[in-house]
T-cell receptor, first 113, second 109 residues
Framework: KAGVTQTPRYLIKTRGQQVTLSCSPI?????VSWYQQTPGQGLQFLFE???????NKGNFPGRFSGRQFSNSRSEMNVSTLELGDSALYLC????????????FGSGTQLSVL | DAKTTQPNSMESNEEEPVHLPCNHS???????IHWYRQLPSQGPEYVIH???SNVNNRMASLAIAEDRKSSTLILHRATLRDAAVYYC??????????FGKGTMLLVSP
């Protein structure tokens, strides 16, 4: 089985721009969640989508949004980029059942200049 | 969310057992105890999880205290590939893991 695929692997943007990150979950998985990892704040939960609906949301501003398509692939969008948005963005997939393990991708490293 | 306390770092020699402790004294009755690890330049990787009794899988063993206020992840024979940051996470939700700072495990040959 192919693992979780995130594209692109690296991205450089400037302040004020917007960015879209993509995540393809493991085949058959219906839940995709997104996390932000920074040296200062560590790993923080952004949001989770299950069957095209946002099921859970973390404590991030509205500039961070996402969506999930009918094939379970997910995209995350950040608008009006700030320097502090520089981070590793990780996507995880699962079947969507409570308490089950998550499978993470290798992440997209976003640098905002 | 339950608060966890883990050592910042631990060291081990290759092929020796490693016991990684985690204190989660505020854990709720429905929280499972999950362990993930993150190798350099990779996303987190699931290791093991349990509720009350000890658990084993091909990667590790999880020993859970009777009062569930602490747990220990046991790597039976550490290898260089086990060098990573290990996270202990009390959890009972849907994909909403709350990561702490974890324990950085250093393995020497």
């Amino acid at each position: 089985k192919a693992g979780v695929t995130q594209t692109p692997r690296y991205l450089i943007k400037t302040r004020g721009q917007q960015v879209t990150l993509s995540c393809s979950p493991i085949s058959g998985h219906r839940s995709v969640s997104w996390y932000q990892q920074t040296p200062g704040q560590g790993l923080q939960f952004l949001f989770e989508y299950f069957s095209e609906t946002q099921r859970n949301k973390g404590n991030f501003p509205g500039r961070f949004s996402g969506r999930q398509f009918s094939n379970s692939r997910s995209e995350m969008n950040v608008s009006t980029l700030e320097l502090g948005d520089s981070a590793l963005y990780l996507c995880a997939s699962s079947a969507g059942v409570a308490n089950e393990k998550l499978f993470f991708g290798s992440g997209t490293q976003l640098s905002v200049l | 969310d339950a608060k966890t306390t883990q050592p910042n770092s631990m060291e081990s020699n290759e092929e020796e057992p490693v016991h990684l402790p985690c204190n989660h004294s505020t854990i709720s009755g429905t929280d499972y105890i999950h362990w993930y690890r993150q190798l350099p330049s990779q996303g987190p990787e699931y290791v093991i999880h349990g509720l009350t009794s000890n658990v084993n899988n091909r990667m590790a063993s999880l020993a859970i205290a009777e009062d569930r206020k602490s747990s220990t992840l046991i790597l039976h024979r550490a290898t260089l590939r086990d060098a990573a940051v290990y996270y202990c996470i009390p959890y009972s939700g849907y994909s909403t893991l709350t990561f702490g700072k974890g324990t950085m495990l250093l393995v020497s040959p």
